[in-house]
């Protein structure tokens, strides 16, 4: 069925170093899309979001970038910390599924000091 | 930091007890939501609430039950705990108009 998914599951880089997590959708309704970082023992935390009708948006030390053309979301963390450590998720939300957001396999980001 | 609140944060129970977990958030969100999410896995969606008196079944099929008669609390009970419900449950709640959820900390599940 159609869902989220992402390219790699486990990324690991050096502290300082910039990351790029990488997500694949497969369904074009998708109007809205979120990533969300879990530490261990924790619940997801909103990190940044984006609309379809944006192709990028930055945050602090984050950017997401949307390529609708290929389906392709990803998230950009400059100067990587060891606290960025985590478990990364994309969801996105079909547009008329009334805020249900669908998430993907995470991606697993170890950052060695 | 979100105001929403599980409890228990750890249980581990018997097969064939029924059990009850909470979820209260202070934002006064209209939309709440259940997932299950088993270690390194994405998160499922079990239930959802768009405000009291509503309560749906998510996209993954779960034995569960839900209850919203409070806009803060939401209540996931299963009336007998089996070793396949063992698993991470995630509450989150959602301002009405927005996507963005928020989550609280989870409550792992063991049954034995």
């Known amino acids: 069925g159609e869902s989220v998914g992402l390219h790699l599951p486990t990324l690991s880089v050096q502290e300082g170093d910039n990351s790029i997590i990488n997500c694949a959708y497969s369904?074009?309704?998708?109007?809205?899309f979120i990533w969300y970082k879990q530490e261990s023992g924790k619940g997801p935390q909103f990190i940044i979001d984006i609309r379809s009708n944006m192709d990028k948006r930055q945050g602090q030390r984050v950017t997401v970038l949307l390529n609708k053309t290929v389906k392709h979301l990803s998230l950009q963390i400059a100067a990587t910390q060891p606290g960025d450590s985590a478990v990364y998720f994309c969801a996105e939300n079909i547009g008329g599924s009334n805020y249900k957001l669908t998430f993907g396999k995470g991606t697993l980001l170890t950052v060695n000091p | 930091e979100a105001d929403i609140y599980q409890t228990p944060r750890y249980l581990v129970i018997g097969t064939g007890k029924k059990i009850t977990l909470e979820c209260s958030q202070t934002m006064g969100h209209d939309k709440m939501y259940w997932y299950q999410q088993d270690p390194g896995m994405e998160l499922h969606l079990i239930h959802y609430?768009?405000?009291?008196?509503?309560?749906e079944k998510g996209d993954l099929s779960s034995e569960s039950t839900v209850s919203r008669i409070r806009t803060e609390h939401f209540p996931l009970t299963l009336e007998s705990a089996r070793p396949s419900h063992t698993s991470q449950y995630l509450c989150a709640s959602s301002e009405a108009g927005y996507n963005e959820q928020f989550f609280g900390p989870g409550t792992r599940l063991t049954v034995l």
């Open positions: 369904n074009s309704a998708s109007d809205y």
């Open positions: 609430s768009y405000g009291v008196n509503s309560t």
